[in-house]
């Protein structure tokens, strides 16, 4: 089915301070009178909570199950560590909250803080990454909602198994294994990102594999320095033994699968995007950052957002494991033309990309979350990646709200284009400008 609703996180932490932040609702339907329109907002009881990522209660670990139903949206704070549970089901259009985890039940029970990415298990719980513990120090792991009643269970790792940080995993229950990448330490990372950080432990470099069942790390693979492994994703066929993973600060995608003969898991570099050498910006050489992958479900193509430089990117993922770039845009960034960046040596780009215009409306920021629909011919995408971060790299995007943007994506030959006709407006919400990071659909995704 063509996806007609979208909920979308925004927060209000670096815009306005006395708003709570809230789910917002999206008509994705091209016949609706209120298409790329919020047609609804459920503001949080709370204010500075940062609602960042989101996941439902039901997941769906095979690509062809139609029969699961996704009727709740759990919203964990990556700020304030409360966790709020969603009524999806009963309104599509209108959500109402119907449960509330208080921070303090999390610290307490679970010595645990800084909620990112919840997904459901084969179980039925549901499982949310962590970054750091009650006061901002890195520690990494799980804590685990019962996927019914929505109660706080308690840690899901053994007690021996504490990973320094946490930030994103994917798992393959046929195979008995669970991917974990590495996050930043929340103190730190809420003070802007700093170039004398880069030596000194703040940035992960880790990519954990956990037994699934046994809920204990069976390897370890080390990155390299200031590698920052995010996002996490296994190919949708349920019997593949594969996925990839996007380091932000070395621009790097490594591929990592099960071997053969052995049964142990191997990690091999696939993707190398270049830094530039620019003037103008905090550092000599500005990386790539990719914030987000995403694959298609036919497993063809992978999606990556690159939010500093500022292009969405297209692989085909052929069967010599060496993907192909088939389609790229730019919508944003800090290397545009015009702007305070100048680009000295580019080993990809002979000039600096235009400043992208939808609907009269300027984009600032860069992509940051990716959301693919399910015959993969729409990509969304969002350009707010962490409102403290936002604030210091895009600045015009924080005074003027940020958006959602559609692509269009050939689906045969590969290839991407910016849908000049659909533009959703965060800097024109009745409370003012926010920024608006993950989204999800309430018919299925790519991502759930």
């Not at 790329?36 to 996941?55: A, F, T, Y």
């Not at 993907?323 to 033309?337: A, D, E, M, N, T």
């Not at 993969?376 to 015009?396: A, C, E, H, I, M």
């Amino acid at each position: 089915p063509r996806e007609e609703v979208a909920y979308v996180t925004c927060t209000y932490r670096e815009t306005c301070i006395d708003q709570p932040d809230f789910l917002a609702t999206i008509d994705l339907n091209p016949r609706s009178p209120y298409y790329c329109q919020v047609i609804h907002r459920l503001p949080m009881p709370n204010l500075k909570d940062e609602l960042h990522s989101s996941g439902w209660s039901t997941g769906c670990t095979c690509f062809d199950n139609v029969t699961t139903k996704r009727n709740k949206l759990i919203l964990p704070c990556l700020i304030s560590s409360r966790i709020y549970v969603v009524d999806v089901g009963s309104q599509c259009r209108a959500p109402k909250l119907c449960k509330m985890i208080e921070p303090v039940d999390v610290f307490w029970k679970c010595n645990k803080g800084y909620l990112n990415v919840p997904r459901s298990l084969p179980s039925g719980d549901i499982l949310i990454a962590n970054m750091g513990d009650p006061a901002g120090n890195a520690k990494g792991g799980f804590v685990v909602l019962d996927g019914e009643t929505f109660e706080l269970k308690g840690n899901w790792e053994n007690e021996c198994e504490v990973v320094p940080s946490g930030y994103d995993f994917w798992f393959q229950p046929r195979h008995n294994v669970l991917v974990s990448s590495a996050g930043v330490v929340p103190r730190r990372a809420g003070r802007g990102f700093c170039p004398s950080d880069l030596k000194k432990g703040v940035y992960g470099r880790r990519l954990n594999v956990w037994n699934l069942s046994c809920r204990s790390i069976t390897q370890c693979f080390d990155l390299g320095e200031d590698s920052l492994p995010m996002s996490v994703k296994f190919l949708h066929n349920p019997e593949a033994a594969e996925g990839y993973v996007g380091c932000a600060l070395s621009g790097v995608i490594y591929r990592f699968y099960k071997c053969e003969a052995s049964e142990n898991w191997a990690v091999e570099e696939v993707i190398r995007i270049p830094a530039k050498d620019v003037t103008g910006w905090i550092m000599p050489k500005m990386p790539a950052f990719t914030a987000d992958l995403v694959i298609s479900m036919d497993d063809r193509y992978l999606y990556i957002s690159n939010w500093l430089h500022g292009d969405i990117r297209q692989y085909e993922l052929s069967k010599n494991c060496k993907p192909r770039l088939v389609g790229q845009v730019f919508v944003g960034g800090s290397i545009l033309r015009g702007g305070p960046v100048t680009v000295c040596r580019d080993e990809e780009l002979k000039c600096q990309p235009e400043p992208l215009v939808v609907k009269c409306k300027r984009v600032y920021g860069g992509p940051s979350k990716l959301q693919l629909s399910l015959d993969g011919k729409r990509l969304y995408v969002t350009n707010s990646f962490y409102s403290t971060w936002d604030k210091q790299f895009y600045p015009n995007m924080v005074r003027e709200g940020s958006v959602m943007l559609q692509i269009d994506v050939d689906t045969e030959k590969g290839g991407l284009t910016v849908n000049k006709n659909f533009l959703v407006d965060f800097g024109k919400e009745p409370n003012g400008p926010c920024l608006a990071h993950e989204i999800h659909f309430a018919c299925g995704d790519s991502t759930s």
